[in-house]
Structures are given as structure tokens and as C-alpha cells.
T-cell receptor, first 118, second 113 residues
């Protein structure tokens, strides 16, 4: 079974440009999460989808970030316009159930997208 | 707000030595607790998780962690380090299994021959 995949693995853009990151969760996983790790700091939560709905977007830093999950499958995270402080590694994770869950539910992480804003 | 503290950004051990990575959480209600590992150029992989079923949790690759409510700790141990254990380790907490994870800052484990 394929794991969580993210594209691209690396992106280098200039300040003011737009970048779109993509995440493909494990097939059948209703929950999709985005996290970010800025250099040297902790991994921080950005938002959580349940299917196509935003369950929790309390971690989104500002309105330059837009996340979508059309059809409840893959998700995109767009940064427009990018700023220097947006540099970091963006992780996507998915987990199985959207309703009643069991103790086996775990967030499975992708390899991350390293974003560098110059 | 929930927080997770990992003491030591870097821990160095010799091959065959005990590995101890420290994690403390701050919460009025014991949360679910996790240890993830990130090997170079890979994503985060779950090592083990505490979900209140048992205080001593065994994970993959002979890692284990013990939940101690009185100390609000969830330290990760392994009896004998291998070179392949060199990676970055993250402790995380969540109020339930479907909510966001709150991570510590990570500890990089260095293993020398």
C-alpha cells in the first residue's frame, strides 16, 4: 500500500511568488493534516481536513495560505505571495477514520516538501 | 495550551549503549503521546504511542517508552543503540487520536562506533 506522498520534494522560489504544494494521502483516509517545521523549531500544526471539510484551521499563519481538498482526496496548500519566513519543511499526514475511531488510528506522515523562499 | 518539551537537541551515544531521550508534556488531562522518528530524507515514522491502555509501551526496533503521570513524562529508551538508530526523534501529544499533534522540538540522536 502506498504511503502519503508529497510533491514537490523541494521548491525554491523568490519572495512574492506563488507556490502550490500537493499531498496525496493514503487511500481511504478521511483525515488529512498539514504541518510545518521552520528551521530549528518544532513541527507545528497548520490545519486538519475531514474528507473535504476543514475541521480545524487554527494553525494557519495568515491569509496568504490557502488549503483545499476537493473531493476529499488529495490536498493542495498554496502560499501566495510567499515571504521569507514561509521557508521550512511542510509535512502532510493522514489517518483513517472520520467518525468513531479506534486506538489503532495513527497519523502517517509524508516525506515533506522543503520550501525555500529567497 | 498543551506543550511538549524535549530536553537536549542532540544526544550522543556509543554503539551498544543505552539510549534515553527525554520528553515531558504539559496538560491537565493526560493526552495521547507519541514518539516519531525521522531518518535522513524520509518522512516521520511512528515508533510507538500511548493511548492509556498500558503505561509501558513497546514500539518498533526495540524502542519503548514509559508513561509516568506523576512526572508528566514519556521518555524513550532502547537498551542497545545501533548505528542505524541515528536519526531525529520527535515526541508529540494530542488530546485525542483525531486532533492535531503538538510536537516537541526534536532530539537528534548521534551514534558513534
Amino acid at each position: 500500500e502506498a504511503g502519503v506522498t508529497q510533491f514537490p520534494s523541494h521548491s525554491v522560489i523568490e519572495k512574492g511568488q506563488t507556490v502550490t504544494l500537493r499531498c496525496d494521502p493514503i487511500s481511504g483516509h478521511d483525515n488529512l493534516y498539514w504541518y510545518r517545521r521552520v528551521m530549528g523549531k518544532e513541527i507545528k500544526f497548520l490545519l486538519h481536513f475531514v474528507k473535504e471539510s476543514k475541521q480545524d484551521e487554527s494553525g494557519m499563519p495568515n491569509n496568504r495560505f490557502l488549503a483545499e481538498r476537493t473531493g476529499g482526496t488529495y490536498s493542495t496548500l498554496k502560499v501566495q505571495p510567499a515571504e521569507l519566513e514561509d521557508s521550512g519543511v511542510y509535512f502532510c499526514a493522514s489517518s483513517l477514520s472520520g467518525g468513531q475511531y479506534s486506538s489503532t488510528d495513527t497519523q502517517y506522515f509524508g516525506p515533506g516538501t522543503r520550501l525555500t523562499v529567497l | 495550551a498543551q506543550s511538549v518539551t524535549q530536553l537536549g537537541s542532540h544526544v550522543s551515544v556509543s554503539e551498544g549503549a543505552l539510549v534515553l531521550l527525554r520528553c515531558n508534556y504539559s496538560s491537565s488531562v493526560p493526552p495521547y503521546l507519541f514518539w516519531y522518528v525521522q531518518y535522513p530524507n524520509q518522512g516521520l515514522q511512528l515508533l510507538l504511542k500511548y493511548t492509556s491502555a498500558a503505561t509501558l509501551v513497546k514500539g518498533i526496533n526495540d524502542f519503548e517508552a514509559e508513561f509516568k503521570k506523576s512526572e508528566t513524562s514519556f521518555h524513550l529508551t532502547k537498551p542497545s543503540a545501533h548505528m542505524s538508530d541515528a536519526a531525529e526523534y520527535f515526541c508529540a501529544a494530542s488530546p485525542d487520536l483525531l486532533q492535531k499533534l503538538v510536537f516537541g522540538t526534536g532530539t537528534r540522536l548521534l551514534v558513534s562506533p
